[in-house]
């Protein structure tokens, strides 16, 4: 059964920075693109930013462009956000995501696994 575990949220004061980790386990890490999608309260879900497995392209939403990363490591199975300059819009709960294609990854319907989520609280 296909599993992936966030971790790394937490409580921050704004400026601060946060690393949230993707543990995958039963798939094929490498050949699925991975995003992060988040939601706050009231809202929707949103896509934050994916990188595919065939090129490891990279796509942000432009609210987070410069000041999040994301990467992946193939041989650990894990992906990774780097989230620095955290301001308090940034509060929500961050889910991974992994998707067989590579086309419309900021789609959330092309995702067919998801985590539990972890929550990043940003206090102004």
């Known amino acids: 059964q296909v599993q992936l575990v966030e971790s790394g949220g937490g409580l921050v004061q704004a400026g601060d920075s946060l690393r949230l980790s993707c543990a995958a386990s039963?798939?094929?890490?490498?050949?699925?693109?991975m995003s992060w999608f988040r939601q706050a309260p009231g809202k929707e879900r949103e896509f934050v930013a994916g990188i595919t497995w065939s090129d490891e392209n990279t796509n942000y939403a432009d609210s987070v462009k410069g000041r999040f990363t994301i990467s992946r490591d193939n041989a650990k199975n894990t992906m990774y956000l780097q989230m620095n300059s955290l301001k308090s819009e940034d509060t929500a709960v961050y889910y991974c995501?992994?998707?067989?294609?590579?086309?419309?990854?900021?789609?959330?319907?092309?995702?067919?696994?998801w985590g539990q989520g972890t929550q990043v609280t940003v206090s102004s």
């Open positions: 039963e798939l094929i890490f490498s050949r699925y693109t």
């Open positions: 995501a992994a998707s067989a294609t590579i086309w419309g990854l900021t789609n959330s319907h092309i995702y067919a696994y």
